[in-house]
């Protein structure tokens, strides 16, 4: 386990700006439907594997504190340049941190959210620690966003192609101690179910519309952690593949912007 777990936080090295800057932000929905849940305004939220803090501002004006949890020490140091930015808001910080060795009270956090990362995590112990952090009645949400993005049928086959692309020559040129290793996101409802710590639990799924130009939409799919691996392993045969691809997206956008949609799951248990 310590193998992967060290895996998982070092595919994420070296491309925090390009994540940060295209990946979309999450949408309001996630911050109104669990605060609904809560049924008052938080006083403590964490986000697990906040990465560089998309998912952690959305709270700045909802929870009267919130702490980012981020091993990854390229995109936590991200998430510090955006804090500073901002003009270093006082209710939010980040720290380096495991899901399953929080540093944090027991029964101390009222909302624990996990955004496109709960499946880099191993579930079971996660969720025992994520219990014993939360108070009663606190609720844990891992929300992922389908990739991807919907928009055009040949864009998206031509996505989906890169990514696949990319994840074989990952196979091909990593040594098996190398290797990140997911844990199946359509199993997450079923892992919060299993453990045995929640008294509910459900999965939302709901959408949201972002604006995007070409470079953007190019730049979501290149911020993926499996074509990033490839590059960093040497793969440099992608890069013809990524050419068509980003030719073939700039070709679709036509010099104007589009509404492109996102489409999330947010599976949720409730202490």
């Known amino acids: 386990m310590k193998d992967i777990r060290t895996n998982n936080i070092e595919r994420f090295l070296g491309y925090s700006q ?77 720290m380096k941190g495991l899901s399953d060795h929080l540093e944090l009270e027991s029964e101390s956090v009222d909302i624990l959210t996990c955004s496109q990362s709960f499946h880099w995590m191993d579930p079971q112990p996660t969720l025992r620690e994520f219990a014993r952090v939360l108070c009663n009645g606190g609720i844990f949400a891992a929300y992922d966003c389908d990739w991807p993005p919907t928009f055009t049928k040949e864009v998206e086959e031509s996505y989906q192609s890169l990514i696949s692309l990319a994840e074989s020559r990952v196979a091909e040129l990593a040594q098996a101690d190398q290797l990140a290793f997911k844990w199946n996101k359509e199993k997450h409802l079923q892992q919060i179910r299993d453990s045995g710590l929640f008294l509910f639990s459900k999965e939302i799924v709901f959408h949201h519309w972002e604006r995007c130009d070409a470079f953007r939409y190019a730049n979501i799919a290149l911020s993926q952690g499996g074509l990033q691996t490839a590059l960093k392993l040497g793969a440099n045969d992608l890069q013809d593949a990524i050419n068509e691809f980003q030719s073939q997206v700039h070709q679709a956008f036509a010099g104007q912007s589009q509404d492109i949609l996102f489409s999330y799951r947010m599976r949720l248990g409730i202490k």
């Open 18 to 94: 390009l994540y940060d800057q295209n990946r979309p932000i999450p949408p309001d929905d996630i911050v109104k439907i669990l605060t609904r849940y809560f049924g008052q305004r938080p006083k403590r939220v964490v986000d697990v594997g906040c990465g560089t803090g998309l998912s952690s501002f959305i709270w700045l004006q909802q929870a009267d504190e919130i702490i980012g949890v981020e091993p990854n020490d390229d995109m936590r140091e991200a998430a510090i340049s955006q804090w500073r930015a901002q003009q270093e808001p006082k209710n939010l910080r980040f």
